[in-house]
C-alpha cells in the first residue's frame, strides 16, 4: 500500500513541474520582448543624447565670433562627435541657420537622424516604418 502512495505523489511531483514549465513557456516570449525593448529604447535615448551633445556644440563654434569658423568647421564639430558614438554621418541631416547672421541674431543647429529598432524589428515586422523613428533635436544660441 505505502508503494501505491508513493507512485501518486510522484506523479502529482511530475505534473507540477509541467505545468511550472508549461507556464514558463507562455510568459517568455512576453519576457523578451519587454527586456529586448528596454535594451532598444536605451540605444535610442544614447543616441538622441548624442546628437543633443553634437548640436550644442556645433552650436557653440558657429556663434563664437571667430573669423577663421566656417560651416565646413561647424559640420567638423557634428562629425567628429557622430564618429566617437559610432553613427554613420551620412545619414545624418544637419540644418545650419542663422550662422554669421549678426551679434545677436539666433543661430540654430538642427540635426536629425534615421534609428532602426534591430532586435524588435522582427516583432514589428507588419510595417518597415514602425521599426524604424527618426530622431530630431536641435539647439539655439545667439551670435556672439
Given amino acids: 500500500m505505502n508503494t501505491m502512495r508513493l507512485a501518486r505523489k510522484d506523479r502529482s ?3 507540477r513541474r509541467g505545468q511550472a514549465l508549461v507556464e514558463f513557456a507562455l510568459i517568455l516570449p512576453l519576457l523578451l520582448i519587454l527586456v529586448f525593448g528596454i535594451i ?3 540605444r535610442a535615448w544614447n543616441q538622441y543624447q548624442v546628437l543633443t551633445d553634437a548640436a550644442r556644440e556645433a552650436a557653440r563654434t558657429a556663434v563664437i565670433d571667430n573669423p577663421t569658423m566656417t560651416q565646413d568647421s561647424v559640420q567638423g564639430v557634428i562629425l567628429a562627435a557622430l564618429t566617437r558614438a559610432r ?3 551620412s545619414s ?8 554669421r547672421a549678426g551679434r545677436g541674431t539666433l ?3 538642427q540635426i536629425e537622424y534615421p534609428f532602426t529598432f534591430t ?3 522582427p516583432f514589428l515586422a507588419w510595417s518597415d516604418a514602425a521599426a524604424s523613428i527618426t530622431l530630431s533635436t536641435r539647439f539655439v544660441m545667439r551670435n556672439e
Fill in 13 to 15: 511531483v511530475l505534473g
Fill in 40 to 42: 532598444e529604447f536605451a
Fill in 119 to 121: 532586435w524588435l524589428k
Fill in 107 to 109: 543661430a540654430e543647429v
Fill in 92 to 99: 545624418a541631416t544637419v540644418t545650419l541657420t542663422g550662422w
Fill in 87 to 89: 553613427m554613420d554621418y
